[in-house]
């Protein structure tokens, strides 16, 4: 199995930039498909982004396009998320995930571990 660690989180002005990061121990990360998650209060958890194991095959959540970018570091065991553009609607606490077979990652329920998640706010 793989351990996730998500950071980066923290308050940000709208408009603004935050980078999550993920750091993954334990099975070698280079195998798993990764993705990440949000869940704002009262909400279900929502599909952010996704990538996959060789660093191709990118996939964003329609709300979060054009100013998310995931991406991954297989030599550092890490995975990122820069966030660009920020607003108050972005504000929730963000997972990171793992899947060993899953490769369309759109729905929590395929995603085999996670992280505790690291809390977003976007202040207006």
């Known amino acids: 199995q793989v351990q996730l660690v998500e950071s980066g989180g923290g308050l940000v002005q709208t408009g603004g930039s935050l980078r999550l990061s993920c750091a993954a121990s334990?099975?070698?990360?280079?195998?798993?498909?990764m993705g990440w998650f949000r869940q704002a209060p009262g909400k279900e958890r929502e599909f952010v982004a996704s990538?996959?194991?060789?660093?191709?095959?990118?996939d964003y959540g329609d709300s979060v396009k054009g100013r998310f970018t995931i991406s991954r570091d297989n030599a550092r065991n890490t995975l990122y998320l820069q966030m660009n553009s920020l607003k108050p609607e972005d504000t929730a606490v963000y997972y990171c995930?793992?899947?060993?077979?899953?490769?369309?990652?759109?729905?929590?329920?395929?995603?085999?571990?996670w992280g505790k998640g690291t809390l977003v706010t976007v202040s207006s």
């Open positions: 995930a793992a899947a060993l077979i899953a490769t369309i990652m759109r729905s929590p329920g395929v995603m085999d571990y």
């Open positions: 334990g099975r070698t990360f280079s195998s798993y498909n």
């Open positions: 990538i996959r194991s060789s660093g191709g095959n990118t």
